[in-house]
Nanobody
Framework: QVQLVESGGGLVQAGGSLRLSCTASGLTFSSYAMGWFRQAPGKEREFVAA???????SYADSLKGRFTISRDNAKNTVYLQMNSLKPEDTAVYYC????????????????WGQGTQVTVSS
């Protein structure tokens, strides 16, 4: 049974930082591209960042320079470092995995975590 478990969300003031973690089990982690998505109230889920099984990264254009995705295959964990946070970054953040594919499209991901809430106060 595949599980993705996010952690690290919380309440932070504007300009602060958070690091989200997503630990996977039940799959061959190194063969999966991992992505982060977010969904704010009343909005559609949007792509944040993705990391391929070969180490390539992709980011939403609006987030480049503030967010960094990384992974540790030994720990089956993908991270999202978020700096200079803004109130508009407030959302539920989800991690997702897709087998040997490279995509920013949410519908193409095979597995999803339950999400972690990030709230940025002004």
């Amino acid at each position: 049974q595949v599980q993705l478990v996010e952690s690290g969300g919380g309440l932070v003031q504007a300009g602060g930082s958070l690091r989200l973690s997503c630990t996977a089990s039940g799959l061959t982690f190194s063969s999966y591209a991992m992505g982060w998505f977010r969904q704010a109230p009343g909005k559609e889920r949007e792509f944040v960042a993705a990391n391929s099984w070969s180490g390539s990264n992709s980011y939403a254009d609006s987030l480049k320079g503030r967010f960094t995705i990384s992974r540790d295959n030994a720990k089956n964990t993908v991270y999202l470092q978020m700096n200079s946070l803004k109130p508009e970054d407030t959302a539920v953040y989800y991690c997702a995995g897709v087998w040997r594919s490279w995509t920013t499209v949410a519908a193409r991901y095979d597995y999803w975590g339950q999400g972690t809430q990030v709230t940025v106060s002004s």
